[in-house]
């Protein structure tokens, strides 16, 4: 018992530290601004939009800028830019169907999410014109906007735009294509996960705010969310689908700003290039950003507003439709984030866990525990059969043969578990067991395998000796019970 104790609470200590490595993150001021959705829509799948004023002060006000995010972004993504813009135009920040805020969606087409992006514009200036902003693939929706719109675009910003063919890495492939990893961006847990992708595609990715990093964790541990990814990339990011966006660009007759990041590992310079060449006909505006990567509008909004400021001031200002937009009844309130309501946090990367654990030794015996413990890592909060965790447990066992049952040993197991959510889980432990009247050490290491119809049963087979016992084959089963439902 002396030499179990001090592995006991050493590993809780652990675990307890690593989890409050998980900063906890709350929706912030932004968020005190009302969700509008459109009232009238031509498709079933809708965006949903904030809107922030132009600055006080503005002696007249130009059509509102639309800034579309980019693929698996929320409308926040574009906050920094807006706040930092000084230009006398409205801003609308729009969540894309399937994302951020707006309902999860089946699938759909680029002809759908365009329609859905339109109704967007309906509402907010239903008797003028926008200036459509976009963000990666915010971008290559904005330019395909742009050719369906025609002159109600006024001008047109596109931002690390993938609007001319390039290659993937393999990396990102297996991020958007394949369903092998989300267990393991479980298992790092979603926000360490998150910030290790982050540094990959953006120069000074730790520079993003945590409030970013939390909504996109929230996304990508989503696989409903994930799957609205998927479609995006599918109708828009594919071969054909930067092809369309691409032969978009020859109907623009807009003012156009290219902004690009110069340490763009994901869209590079070499599209910058087609897309100006493309628009030769309305001599683009183009503006570089240094020490930047692909998540520009995160990691340098300043700099962002600073060249959206430089190219709008060139566009003259009209006064604004009247009567406004939601008092023309085109727009309605719904119910969305609100200011401190919680993103992310250890909630969503620590679970408490206890069970029931039956393990037979072959031997016309059964010893029978009670264990809990703690599980980090995480879990898809929409389907809690995907997840990915390292588990401690620890719990005592009760013997029951021919002659009843009594006490036989206190245990302790550490498990690695992997869950998918159609081919099941997978995980294997290792158990310590202490029998504390006569200081008898045993243990055993096991794989195991839960189905996903059934994820809180887990049958396992493994080898090794009980205390006071020869080395054997050990086959059981355990039924837990996953606290995560309130931590939500």
């Not at 570089?288 to 909004?301: D, E, K, Q, Y």
């Not at 620590?350 to 029931?356: A, K």
Request: hydrophobic share 50%; glycine share 12%; net charge positive.
């Amino acid at each position: 018992m002396r030499r179990v104790l001090p592995a006991v609470v050493l590993a809780t200590v652990a675990t307890v530290a690593i989890a409050g490595c998980v900063p906890m993150v709350r929706a912030g001021d932004y968020y005190a601004r009302p969700l509008e959705r459109a009232k009238s829509r031509s498709v079933a799948i809708e965006a949903r939009w904030r809107r922030e004023p132009a600055p006080a002060g503005c002696a007249a006000t130009g059509a509102p800028i639309v800034f579309v995010p980019a693929l698996g972004l929320t409308q926040h993504s574009w906050a920094g830019v807006a706040e930092a813009l000084h230009a006398c135009r409205p801003r609308v920040l729009v969540d894309l169907p399937g994302i951020g805020e707006t309902p999860v969606t089946g699938s759909f087409d680029d002809d759908l999410a365009l329609r859905a992006l339109v109704d967007v514009i309906d509402a907010v200036a239903p008797d003028g014109r926008v200036v459509l902003a976009g963000h990666s693939l915010g971008g290559a929706i904005a330019a395909r906007l742009a050719e369906r719109l025609g002159t109600r675009v006024e001008a047109l910003v596109l931002v690390a735009a993938p609007v001319a063919p390039f290659t993937l890495n393999r990396w990102e492939r297996l991020l958007l294509k394949a369903s092998v990893w989300p267990p393991f961006l479980h298992l790092a847990g979603g926000g360490g996960g998150v910030r290790l992708g982050l540094r990959r595609v953006s120069v000074g990715g730790d520079e993003i705010g945590p409030l970013d990093v939390a909504l996109i964790s929230d996304e990508w541990s989503d696989h409903r969310r994930r799957g609205a990814v998927r479609e995006y990339y599918r109708a828009f990011l594919d071969v054909e689908g930067v092809r369309r966006s691409e032969a978009a660009l020859d109907h623009v007759r807009v003012p156009t700003l290219l902004v690009w990041a110069a340490d763009d590992s994901l869209v590079p310079g070499s599209v910058l290039v087609a897309a100006e060449k493309r628009l030769r006909a309305v001599s683009p505006s183009v503006e570089v950003i240094p020490g930047a990567g692909h998540l520009v509008t995160l990691s340098n909004p300043a700099a962002v507003a600073g060249a959206l400021d430089r190219f709008l001031a060139g566009l003259p200002l009209a006064p604004a439709p009247s009567p406004a937009p939601l008092a023309a009844g085109r727009s309605e309130i719904v119910v969305g984030r609100k200011p401190g309501d919680r993103i992310w946090g250890p909630a969503r990367e620590l679970f408490p866990i206890v069970g029931i654990n039956a393990l037979f030794p072959l031997a016309g015996r059964t010893d029978l525990a009670l264990v809990a413990g703690l599980a980090r890592g995480g879990l898809d909060r929409s389907y809690p059969l995907e997840a990915g965790r390292l588990v401690f447990t620890v719990g005592a066992a009760i013997r029951g043969d021919a002659s009843g049952w009594s006490f036989a040993y206190l245990r302790a197991t550490g498990r690695f578990e992997l869950v998918w959510r159609w081919g099941g889980g997978y995980h294997l432990d290792g158990t310590l067991l202490v029998d504390p009247r006569n200081g008898n050490v045993g243990g055993y290491a096991a794989v195991g395998y839960t189905p996903s119809a059934i994820p809180w049963v887990r049958a396992f087979v493994g080898g090794g000796a009980l205390p006071g016992d020869g080395t054997r084959l050990l086959v059981g089963v355990e039924v837990d019970a996953r606290l995560t439902g309130w931590l939500y």
